[in-house]
């Protein structure tokens, strides 16, 4: 079993930067990735980016693309999401999962989550 832990989240500013970080417990695999999604009040639960857990190939929604970075330590099992030039239609819980690479950009392709961290960006 994997555990998620995400941390980090906060308010700020628009234009602004947050980095987030998710570190991973347990048993974890070469052919799975680590991705964020996000959920705003009322909305979906939209990808965000992705990483491969072993190499470097990384996925981004569209939203995010030039922005958002999504990077991992694997010696402390963490993933990273840095975020910046944050906009007001970031703002949400920001959830770290673990998941099938063919699956990478949807939530039902993901096995395990954590908590979440709430960002806001404020005007």
């Known amino acids: 079993q994997v555990q998620l832990v995400e941390s980090g989240g906060g308010l700020v500013q628009a234009g602004g930067s947050l980095r987030l970080s998710c570190a991973a417990s347990?048993?974890?695999?070469?052919?799975?990735?680590m991705g964020w999604f996000r959920q705003a009040p009322g909305k979906e639960r939209d990808f965000v980016a992705a990483?491969?857990?072993?190499?470097?190939?990384?996925y981004y929604a569209d939203s995010v693309k030039g922005r958002f970075t999504i990077s991992r330590d694997n010696a402390k099992n963490t993933v990273y999401l840095q975020m910046n030039s944050l906009k007001p239609e970031d703002t949400a819980v920001y959830y770290c999962?673990?998941?099938?690479?063919?699956?990478?950009?949807?939530?039902?392709?993901?096995?395990?989550w954590g908590q979440g961290t709430q960002v806001t960006v404020s005007s």
């Open positions: 999962a673990v998941g099938l690479v063919g699956l990478h950009t949807t939530p039902a392709g993901y096995a395990y």
């Open positions: 347990g048993r974890t695999f070469s052919s799975y990735v």
């Open positions: 990483i491969r857990w072993s190499g470097s190939t990384t």
